[in-house]
Nanobody, 117 residues
Framework: QVQLVESGGGLVQAGGSLRLTCAAS????????MGWYRQAPGKQRELVAR???????NYGDFVKGRFTISSDNAKITVYLQMNSLEPEDTAVYYC???????????WGQGTQVTVSS
């Protein structure tokens, strides 16, 4: 099975930054999308950022220019640079990958991001 290994979460103060990393445990052939979703207690999982195999990028409305997603296609790795973090950003952040060739998606186990006021 493909595993998405997430790292970079932690506790930061408001206004601080974190850089999340997600790497696939094995090579995934073909086109794929990768991105990040987050889920706070009592809320539904929501899109944070997504980057397609062609490089197109989508961000959640709440990002407002604070986050930047990037990827390393050779290593099947996606990054999320988060700046100007707010307490409202506190959530579990999940890495996501969709493989067009395999016709299915994969989820990481999540990494906790906590932003203190």
């Amino acid at each position: 099975q493909v595993q998405l290994v997430e790292s970079g979460g932690g506790l930061v103060q408001a206004g601080g930054s974190l850089r999340l990393t997600c790497a696939a445990s094995e090579i995934i052939l073909g086109l794929h999308n990768m991105g990040w979703y987050r889920q706070a207690p009592g809320k539904q999982r929501e899109l944070v950022a997504r980057i397609s195999g062609s490089g197109s990028i989508n961000y959640g409305d709440f990002v407002k220019g604070r986050f930047t997603i990037s990827s390393d296609n050779a290593k099947i790795t996606v990054y999320l640079q988060m700046n100007s973090l707010e307490p409202e950003d506190t959530a579990v952040y999940y890495c996501y990958l969709y493989s067009y060739l395999r016709g299915r998606d994969y989820w990481g186990q999540g990494t906790q991001v906590t932003v203190s006021s």
